[in-house]
C-alpha cells in the first residue's frame, strides 16, 4: 500500500517537460505526471515558465495506480515552490550596541507620544 492518498500534498522533483505535462519522480518506486491543465487557472503557454528540470517541488495528489505505480499530480491552486531557507533578514547588520538606544531614548520617547496623545 502507498503513501500517496488523493489530496494529500507531495514532495517531488522535475524529471522531464513535455508540451501536455510535467513529470515527477516522487521515490524510488513512484512517478506522477502533472498534465498541462494541473498547472495553472489560467492558459499555459510554456510549461517551462512554471518549473526547471531538476527542481523540486510540492504537488497535490489527485489519483493513485497502485498497479502502475503511477500519481496524477496537481500544482493548481498550492504553494508549489520549494524555498531554499530564504532569511529575509540576512541584509540587516548588527550595530554591536543592542539595547542601548532603547535604554538610551526609550523615556523621551515615551515623554513624545503621551504629549501626542494629549
Known sequence: MTEYKKGKIVKGSITGIEKYGIFVNLDNYYSGLIHISEISNGFVKDINDYVKIGETIYAKVLDVDEAENH???????????????VNKFSNIKEVGTGFVALKKNREKWIRKKLQELA
Open 71 to 85: 500519481v496524477k499530480l496537481s500544482i493548481k491552486d498550492i504553494d508549489y515552490r520549494i524555498r531554499k531557507n
